[in-house]
């Protein structure tokens, strides 16, 4: 009975803190031991392909920018992005365009393909092919409302390692021949 009580309190400890309001940070697991007989123990961001791990962070970086768009919430996205400028300069005009009162109403960027095209410096470069939906939006409260229609648009998205993992350092939109 004892450890049912124990895996009871651990799965309600986490729930409950939640309800506070007040982020829950959580404890570090223990470091794996290495005896003469198990296998070694490799970090997970090891064990992720370098080659996964861009491409989650580039879908991550879509979500977030999806998120942004909807709600005007800016900090997920510029996280993911804290030297690429032009991730900035959207970040900012989507916060100016939710604090005039005004909104945007799309429902995003949904990834078609992606892959690596090339090394750059310390990073890499995935081109992203992305289907946008149509997008409405005013800048200001009481303001014209203005669209895009949406469509199939490539960028080139260059990523940079650091020590929280890869980070959008650059986009661009790529100009169909």
Not at 6 to 18: N, T
Not at 89 to 103: L, P
Not at 121 to 137: I, N
Not at 159 to 175: A, F, N, R, T
Request: charged share 20%.
């Amino acid at each position: 009975m004892f450890d049912r009580r124990v895996v009871l309190v651990r799965l309600l400890v986490p729930l409950l803190a939640g309800c506070t309001g007040d982020p829950v940070k959580p404890a570090p697991l223990p470091s794996p031991t290495v005896t003469e007989s198990s296998p070694t123990v490799s970090p997970t961001a090891e064990a992720t392909p370098p080659e996964a791990a861009r491409q989650s962070a580039v879908r991550a970086w879509v979500a977030a920018y999806n998120q942004m768009q909807a709600d005007g919430q800016t900090d997920a996205f510029r996280a993911l992005g804290t030297t690429c400028a032009p991730c900035t300069r959207v970040a900012d005009r989507v916060e100016k365009i939710y604090g005039d009162g005004g909104y945007v109403h799309t429902d995003g960027w949904r990834i078609g393909s992606l892959r690596r095209t090339r090394e750059a410096g310390a990073g890499f470069v995935e081109e992203m092919k992305v289907d946008s939906s149509p997008t409405e939006y005013v800048e200001a409260k009481s303001g014209q409302v203005k669209t895009f229609p949406g469509g199939v648009t490539t960028y080139w998205v260059t990523l940079s390692k650091s020590p929280e993992g890869w980070l959008v350092q650059d986009y661009i939109e790529v100009q169909a021949p």
